[in-house]
Structure formats: structure tokens, C-alpha cells
């Protein structure tokens, strides 16, 4: 499936009641929603997710706060979707986001940053399998 990326609403932003908000600006900023859940990372899952960042600090409490309560997943399909969706969300660090960005709505700090989006065409493939079989993707 080419134009794709991953999205998935983090557990600060579920807890926070931003489903329907951060839905409403994807959809209107042009991406298909291709596949959508409600589920919970395990830590187990976590771990395996963010596997790239196992070296890094900030490793066990990514995957604490991943772990710690739902996730809203979801497949968005739109022309050069990775490159789209990482401008809408922006950048990782809330009060440096751009006005009107996601991050800059509904994160509250680099941690517990609202919103993941896949970084590269390869890795949006990789992450979309993660979370969805092939019959779940419409």
C-alpha cells in the first residue's frame, strides 16, 4: 500500500478526551482513515514497537507511558502521507510546534506528546503491520 503512515493517539491524549478532535483534524486535512482501534500496548508490545529507541535514556519511560492505557491506531492513506501527517502533527517538543499542530493543541510536553506518526515510507509499512492484519486495512 503506497501513501500511508501510522497514527497513533497517545495515552496522554486519550486520557485527555482528544480523540474526536485529533480525528476531525485528520480527516480534514485530507487523510483517509484506512484502518481504525481502540487497543492497549502491552509492555511487551511497547518494547517491540519502539525497539529502535532500546539504547536511548528515555527508553523504559516511553515505554511505561505507552503501556500505561489505550491507544487510538489508525492507517491514514493521502499523496505523500508521511511527509503530510509529520507537518500536521509537528515537531516533538510542544512549545516549539507550529500553531495549529497537533503537538501544539494537545501535547503537554516532550514526553507525553499527544501523537505518533511513522517517520519514513518503510517504517509507516512496518508500524501499519504492527497493529493491523491485512483484512483489518480497507
Known amino acids: 500500500m503506497a501513501n500511508i503512515t501510522l497514527m497513533m493517539i497517545k495515552p496522554d491524549a486519550v486520557e485527555n478526551g482528544h480523540i474526536g478532535n485529533i480525528l476531525e483534524k485528520v480527516a480534514s486535512s485530507g487523510f483517509l482513515i484506512k484502518a481504525l482501534k481502540l ?10 514497537f519502539y525497539e529502535i529507541h532500546k539504547e536511548r535514556p528515555f527508553f523504559d519511560e516511553l515505554v511505561a507511558f505507552m503501556s500505561r492505557g489505550p491507544i487510538v491506531a489508525a492507517v491514514l492513506k493521502k499523496k505523500n502521507a508521511v511527509v503530510d501527517f509529520r507537518t500536521l502533527i509537528g515537531v516533538t517538543n510542544p512549545s516549539e510546534a507550529a500553531e495549529g499542530t497537533i503537538r501544539k493543541l494537545y501535547a503537554t510536553s516532550i514526553g507525553e506528546n499527544a501523537i505518533h506518526g511513522s517517520d519514513s515510507d518503510e517504517n509507516a509499512e512496518i508500524e501499519a503491520s504492527f497493529h493491523f492484519a491485512k483484512r483489518e486495512r480497507f
Open 39 to 48: 487497543t492497549q500496548l502491552s509492555k511487551n508490545d511497547a518494547e517491540r
